[in-house]
């Protein structure tokens, strides 16, 4: 790993389990075992690297938004796939992405707020296409956007890999919730749902 | 108010905002007006005001699931209501209860995790409950448990009073959302959904 990819890596770890403001340079350069003052070679600030972290994981959860094709059915299927998976694959840097962003001060905070509404945006796009399509039923696509994105993120919370249901149990399940939720009935609509 | 309700009340808005290791005593202090030494005349540490913090919430949630009645789905309805007002009042505190808890030390830490459980076996009860009478379907009670908590607890993410829909609005929608995932169709098996 090149040395600042693991700088970003062990920031990530301690930004989610610390919080921002009580990660110092100091400690972050104990657990690389560097000399306090070689850190910023390497980076600018410990601000540097809250945004780094926030961008790496935006990139990851944007990558899914990409992937997505077929039927507004296949893609909340595929989303609701690909978004745990980059929370199960990127525990830390998604909890840092979820909540340390906040303590980010400007031009970094409207960075990171744009990166989290070009997200949600495209999430909301799914769900409107759904109901443009007649697919998805629901009062308010922006509502609708929320509630799945609530229940989705909130998984880091209590996703563990070695829990009784896999990665790939739990996506299977969350999808047809979600579906559910958005008015596809098993043997509804699609056909396949 | 109190003392000791004020230096809660003000504990509770800083550990929310900064977290809980980037708190100091100091800080408490300072904005309660008071010297650092005399807050010790109403806590022992830092950490008391934490599981306090904890505990208030726990009540207020736990305070929820004791006033349900009616069927399963009537139940739900009002688990929604209940448990999204308690965020839009309590914002910090449960901010707290879902995050700053994790940075308690044993036995408070068991305390809490124990608090957090009691309310998540009582709404997975409600769910089990409606799965017995047949009104809910869903492969899990416990995956649908997860799910629907998740969808709530991450409103206090993004809900905001002066937002475009009202909390009554906000929860009726959901109840809706959160009744479907769990099988249960507008004007469905109980005639009023």
Known sequence: MERRDEILHIAGQLFSQ???HATSMRELARHLNL?????????ASKEELLIEVVRQAAARFLGVLEG???????????????HLRVIAEELPRA?????????LSPP????ARALRRRYEEGVQGVVQEGVDKGVFRTESARLATLFLLSALNWTYQWYRPEGPLSLEEIS?????????????????EDGEA
Request: proline share 2%; net charge positive.
């Open 18 to 20: 610390r919080g921002y």
């Open 35 to 43: 000399q306090g003052g070689s850190l910023y070679a390497h980076i």
């Open 68 to 82: 997505l094709e077929g039927d507004p059915v296949a893609k909340i299927r595929a989303l609701v796939r690909g």
């Open 95 to 103: 909890t840092v992405f979820f909540h340390e962003w906040k303590h």
């Open 108 to 111: 970094f905070l409207k960075e």
């Open 172 to 188: 299977e399940q969350y999808a047809r919730l979600v579906l559910r939720a958005l008015g596809v009935w098993e043997g509804g």
